[in-house]
């Protein structure tokens, strides 16, 4: 059972534009919505994070948006640059249930110049 | 921010050896560590969480006996991928969480392939 899903799977852009990506969860004992970008070959790194307090953060050029209701966020890239061509993942945890992070499907993103 | 560190970063072996990747938290204590495992183009799959000092809880379809962990110290875990084949080649990755931070920081990744 998917208890993240993402979209889309893939994602081109043109340089300067902004990148939407969006996720669904199912679980409203969730409490933690973190952003983690990975290169090929590399780890995961967290990017942007929300606690369901807030309806949005952000961070330089990188916005989440969350809406408790529908048991959605999504992120927001403004401005995409090609060195942000990655794959992009959601997550979702509960605090006080080991904090162990169910992620999404990912999203693979590319920056055109 | 806090580091943590995967060795080796890649590893080629024999069908039928085992393979011992570390992961350590450098600049921090991690009371718990985590494992994962990532095929290509795939998600992060969650294997098996473990704190110090105790057994790791192993996710549903995991194999302990074949996935063996060891997290002995507050900067230390191990993964042991015993009698690995050819199916067992992947991406693993180890995450780290400890009692100053709220948040998992990801190792760089270990990339075994089995032959």
């Known amino acids: 059972q998917q208890q993240v899903k993402q979209s889309p799977q893939s994602l081109i852009v043109q340089k300067g534009g902004i990148s939407i990506i969006n996720c669904a969860y199912e679980?409203?004992?969730?409490?933690?919505f973190p952003w983690y970008q990975q290169f090929p070959g590399k780890g995961p790194a967290l990017l942007i994070a929300i606690r369901p307090d807030v309806s949005e953060k952000k961070e330089g050029r990188f916005t989440i948006s969350f809406n408790k209701s529908a048991k959605q966020f999504s992120l927001h890239i403004m401005d995409s640059q090609p060195g942000d061509s990655a794959t992009y993942f959601c997550?979702?945890?509960?605090?006080?249930?080991?904090?162990?992070?169910?992620f999404g499907g990912g999203t693979r993103l590319m920056v055109k110049p | 921010g806090a580091v943590v560190s995967q060795h080796p970063s890649r590893v080629i072996c024999k069908s039928g050896t085992s393979v011992k990747i570390e992961c350590r938290s450098l600049d921090f204590q991690a009371t718990t560590m985590f494992w994962y495992r990532q095929f290509p183009k795939q998600s992060l799959m969650l294997m098996a969480t473990s704190n110090e000092g105790s057994k790791a809880t192993y996710e549903q379809g995991v194999e302990k006996d074949k996935f063996l962990i060891n997290h002995a110290s507050l900067t230390l875990s191990t993964l042991t991928v015993t009698s690995a084949h050819p199916e067992d080649s992947s991406f693993y990755i180890c995450?780290?969480?400890?009692?100053?931070?709220?948040?998992?920081?990801f190792g760089p990744g270990t990339r075994l392939t089995v032959l």
């Open positions: 995450s780290a969480e400890g009692l100053t931070y709220n948040e998992q920081f």
């Open positions: 679980n409203t004992a969730f409490d933690y």
């Open positions: 997550a979702a945890s509960i605090a006080n249930a080991g904090n162990m992070l169910t």
